[in-house]
């Protein structure tokens, strides 16, 4: 069974930073690609970043372009989200996605002072 | 403002056949595959179909998904009580060199 676990939301201040991990299981991690979306409260689904399987293309957002890096660590299973210069608008929760598939239950990252 | 337009709000009573648009342009809609999701309140989304037309194992096949030009469509057949969500269609823009999302729909059963 396909599993996506998203772990390090939380309060933070603003121009701070936060590091959101994803614990993926159920399937072979490095033959996919994989992605972040966010959700701000009561809004739509956004884009936020895009690592391809072979490490050969990460894509961001504009808006965290700069701020925000996305990583993996195919030995671990694991994709990670390091964001910086953290602003009120990046409030949101988090979801890690597969490929285009499954998606995990989200994390919640709340920025304000 | 959302790259893909899709209607704010659709409804209808048990049983009846409900169509949510994705309307976008030659660069995303009209030149890529598009995917549809479920989303639940307080539920993470859920994939309904992927590839303009085909449907996830498990997924009922009440739900069908179509695309002609730069628009597409999600079909839902028979509607139950437990379609009541939020709707919303991707795809990938050639221009933005990313996927975009279209702002969703709330489905609500009468």
């Known amino acids: 069974e396909v599993q996506l676990v998203e772990s390090g939301g939380g309060l933070v201040k603003p121009g701070g930073s936060l590091r959101l991990s994803c614990a993926a299981s159920?399937?072979?991690?490095?033959?996919?690609?994989m992605n972040w979306v966010r959700q701000a409260p009561g809004k739509g689904l956004e884009w936020v970043s895009s690592?391809?399987?072979?490490?050969?293309?990460?894509y961001y957002e504009d808006s965290v372009k700069g701020r925000f890096t996305t990583s993996r660590d195919n030995a671990k299973n694991s994709l990670y989200l390091q964001m910086n210069s953290l602003r009120v608008e990046d409030t949101a929760v988090y979801y890690c996605?597969?490929?285009?598939?499954?998606w995990g239950q989200g994390t919640l990252v709340t920025v304000s002072s | 403002q959302s790259v893909l337009t899709q209607p704010p709000s659709a409804s209808g009573t048990p049983g009846q056949r409900v169509t949510i648009s994705c309307s976008g342009s030659?660069?995303?809609?009209?030149?890529?595959?598009v995917y549809w999701y479920q989303q639940v309140p307080g539920t993470a989304p859920k994939l309904l179909i992927y590839?303009?037309?085909e449907r996830p194992s498990g997924v009922p096949d009440r739900f069908s998904g179509s695309k002609s030009g730069t628009s597409a469509s999600l079909a839902i057949s028979g509607l139950r009580s437990e379609d009541e969500a939020d709707y919303y269609c991707?795809?990938?823009?050639?221009?933005?060199?990313?996927?975009?999302f279209g702002g969703g729909t709330k489905l609500t059963v009468l």
């Open positions: 996605v597969r490929d285009w598939d499954y």
């Open positions: 159920g399937f072979t991690f490095s033959s996919y690609s």
């Open positions: 690592f391809s399987s072979s490490s050969s293309y990460i």
């Open positions: 030659s660069s995303n809609v009209g030149s890529n595959y």
């Open positions: 590839r303009n037309n």
């Open positions: 991707a795809t990938w823009d050639d221009s933005l060199s990313g996927p975009v």
